[in-house]
């Protein structure tokens, strides 16, 4: 296996367009001008990936009310992730990339360690965008649990 390319502050944000839960195409273009969380997860509907998505529901106003929108992004397909979005009434795009081509681009695929074995997966990673698609905040092996608030305490929302 091979070391993955990784982001940091400084870099710009590879660009994507991809289909959301309800096979609508977003696009990272479709943000400029405003800030965005672009965050990876291995799966919907596990307990730590739902953990997550519903902590950034939970802080979803607040982040929005600093400018600040938020997108999700996994290898699972439109159909399950409208399961998931409709039975945890998220409020933000979840975003299919089964092929992995946006998770690679971004460095949130790649070797890992699981369980004492390293394997090839989705690192759960979260970046905050500016509004000129530069990469302010690169964050890989981030916890499903408590991530969000530190996020906003380290953006001082």
């Known amino acids: 296996m091979t070391e993955t390319t990784r982001l940091a502050p400084g ?24 800030r965005v969380i ?3 997860y291995p799966a919907a509907s596990t307990p730590g990936c739902t953990k997550q998505a519903c902590d950034f529901r939970d802080n ?31 409020t933000f795009p979840l975003l299919s990339d089964p092929d992995r081509t946006v998770l690679t ?7 890992k360690k699981m369980y004492g074995k ?13 509004e000129r698609g530069m990469v302010v905040v690169a964050q890989y092996n981030v916890k499903a649990t408590g991530h969000v608030d530190k996020l906003r305490r380290d953006l001082s929302v």
Do not use: C, M
């Not at 929108?69 to 945890?88: M, N, Q, T, W, Y």
């Open 105 to 111: 681009a971004w460095g949130a695929y790649g070797e």
């Open 60 to 90: 979803l106003h607040d982040l929005n009310d600093a400018g600040i929108d938020v997108v999700g992004i996994s290898p699972d397909r439109p159909e399950k992730l409208a399961k998931f979005r409709d039975a945890e009434e998220l």
């Open 38 to 40: 672009v965050y990876f």
């Open 11 to 34: 870099d710009k944000a590879p660009a994507f367009s991809l289909p959301d839960a309800d096979g609508n195409t977003v696009s990272l273009a479709d943000y400029k001008g405003r």
């Open 118 to 130: 390293t394997v090839q997966g989705v690192i759960r990673s979260t970046f905050l965008v500016d």
